[in-house]
């Protein structure tokens, strides 16, 4: 069984992440004003029992962000365009898991 007593799980979810940074509005100095933070996310829906994968998608997200002469204020843009995009990421794998599981109820 499971860590709680309960069934063992009969799916598993595999979620693989690749960023990218792309510098945006480069000023005559060529520095960038802003930059995009970008995330894809491919998923997996697997059964256990066979290894098959029963559902798959891939999710995109962007955030646009300030960049600073600060490093810090550089930094913590940054991870906020992070926070912003793994949010959208994440609403969006979980409202489509729940569609085709939804589908099986």
């Known amino acids: 069984g499971g860590a709680s007593g309960g069934p063992a799980p009969s799916q598993r979810l595999e979620i ?3 960023e990218s940074l792309t510098s945006a509005l480069v ?16 998923f997996r829906l697997i059964d256990v029992n066979n290894k098959q994968v029963i559902f ?3 999710s995109v997200a962007r955030a646009s962000f300030e960049r600073f002469s600060s490093v810090y204020s550089n930094v ?3 991870e906020d365009a ?3 995009a793994a949010k959208v ?3 969006d794998v979980k409202t489509r898991l729940a569609t085709y599981l939804s589908r099986d109820a």
């Open 27 to 42: 000023r005559v100095d060529g520095d960038a004003a802003s930059a995009i933070y970008a995330i894809e996310a491919s």
């Open 89 to 91: 990421i994440a609403e």
């Open 16 to 18: 693989a992440l690749k």
């Open 56 to 58: 798959q998608g891939t």
């Open 76 to 78: 913590r843009a940054r």
């Open 82 to 84: 992070e926070d912003r």
